[in-house]
């Protein structure tokens, strides 16, 4: 059972996911699960809101200081929605997997309802959302090596090899004399590798018998190298297009081709035709044209500099960014639920300093969980411009309060939130926040001048 987006569901689901999702932000965690659960129950599928979910979960059992005690007791006090979710976990998975969150909303970090959200979660055909929930708990339980290897696996059996490896490797400096731990590693890393460019787990040359056609799809996956590589696969695509006309997937490929080429009007032709067959109303596609101009722009730049033209290479260079802008502003009017087009804009408009544009776009782009951070980061750094630095300072300490793991991501944030002390004039406070991204990362920016400033 495929996962759905927000941009998929019908009108009254979005508005229940909208409430909880506002009302999460207020704090308000009651009411934001009993609005994504209504929303859940008219979507099963829809898992931006069970991410939300599970936030307000875990926020709510965090403010109660829930430990080992609670768990036990919330194992005592839901023994009836245990046998529950086994009576119905073969007649009725999607009935079980409800229980299941009525269970994690008493208690999301208890060991026992995990294991059956998860085990219902897959009986129901939805293993993104048992991978959700033991993502979430790993945070929790980072060398509980039971989960570590249930979710190593999980990753497997959903072709992302990569993250599975990882998972193994994590496991195998754990227990490095484990040979179940050291199979599964090799395993995944061996997955790994062949799904470099591919996307079936498995031997496809079983699966493709013809070696011809075989190596014609791995010079695909590969980055092209040759121009005769390249021609070989446009005219590979031709015929495959020219057998199924109306294969959407054939032409955009094709005009992938193209662009690796350099043959930009060919490729917007390609897209063009694409978006006719579509009806007119693939975003990707919209996306992908766009693409198109923006590099042939490059190439006119490029071609502009070569002859040393610079007032040339600035009007052209101007007009494009001008028309990035444009596009993306008149994608987001084309599509105004796709919360990622929301993103992108708000990105290109707080690099134009057009900061309370911007912030428009990203406080509605939060609503999308996988740009969730980044938006309240990039609203962050609206307010600071803005010099509102107390705004932009509960924006950032919102972000952190969500990332468990010191990636990337929350240095940039921890970053951020020092500067902002620092323009704040608590000088105290800013080197808490610098010291923590010190501690695991000396060559972060220029934190360690800023540490060794501080104890001086």
């Not at 932000?25 to 099963?44: F, I, K, V």
């Not at 033991?134 to 992302?160: F, I």
């Not at 020092?418 to 323009?423: D, F, K």
Request: aromatic share 8%; charged share 30%.
């Amino acid at each position: 059972m495929a996962e759905v987006t927000l941009e998929q569901v019908n009108r009254k689901v979005r508005d229940l996911h909208d409430k909880g999702f506002a009302a999460l932000e207020r704090g308000n965690n009651q009411y934001a699960m009993d609005m994504l659960m209504s929303a859940l129950d008219l979507e099963p599928r829809l898992l931006s809101a069970r991410r939300f979910l599970r936030v307000a979960q875990i926020k709510t059992f965090k403010a109660k200081k829930g430990g080992q005690l609670t768990h036990i007791m919330s194992s005592i006090t839901g023994i009836g929605g245990m046998i529950g979710v086994n009576m119905a976990l073969k007649k009725d998975p999607l009935k079980a997997l409800k229980i299941t969150e009525n269970l994690l909303r008493s208690d999301p970090l208890n060991r026992t309802f995990i294991d059956l959200h998860v085990r219902a979660a897959l009986a129901a055909d939805m293993p993104e959302v048992a991978l959700l929930t033991l993502e979430v708990e790993r945070e929790y339980y980072p060398k509980d090596v039971a989960l570590l290897k249930r979710l190593g696996q999980l990753y497997l059996d959903n072709n992302q090899a990569n993250k599975g490896r990882e998972v193994f490797e994590i496991l195998l400096a754990m227990k490095p004399n484990d040979q179940t731990i050291l199979k599964a590693y090799k395993d995944a890393s061996a997955l790994d590798t062949m799904s470099k460019g591919w996307t079936d787990a498995g031997s496809y040359r079983d699966i493709i018998k013809d070696t011809e056609e075989a190596t014609r799809l791995e010079q695909g996956a590969k980055a092209v190298k040759t121009d005769r590589d390249v021609e070989a696969l446009i005219q590979d695509s031709l015929k495959k297009i020219e057998q199924e006309p109306d294969n959407i997937n054939y032409r955009r490929g094709l005009a992938d081709l193209y662009m690796r080429a350099g043959q930009m009007d060919e490729a917007a032709k390609t897209l063009e035709e694409a978006q006719k067959l579509s009806g007119g109303a693939d975003p990707q596609l919209d996306r992908a044209m766009a693409q198109v101009k923006l590099k042939t722009f490059d190439q006119e730049i490029e071609q502009l500099k070569k002859a040393g033209d610079e007032e040339g290479v600035a009007a052209k260079e101007a007009e494009r960014k001008a028309f990035e802008l444009a596009d993306a502003e008149e994608r987001v009017k084309r599509y105004p639920n796709d919360l990622q087009f929301r993103y992108d804009f708000g990105v290109l408009l707080f690099e134009n300093d057009r900061l309370n544009e911007a912030i428009q776009q990203f406080q509605q782009a939060q609503r999308n969980p996988q740009r969730r951070i980044r938006s309240l980061y990039y609203l962050a750094l609206c307010f600071k411009n803005k010099q509102q630095y107390d705004i932009a300072f509960e924006q950032l300490d919102k972000a952190a309060s969500e990332l468990q793991i010191m990636d990337a991501t929350k240095k940039d944030i921890l970053y951020e939130l020092g500067t902002v002390c620092e323009a704040m004039d608590d000088k105290t406070k800013a080197a808490s926040y610098f010291k923590e991204i010190y501690s695991v990362d000396i060559g972060y920016r220029d934190v360690a001048e800023k540490i060794e400033k501080n104890y001086a």
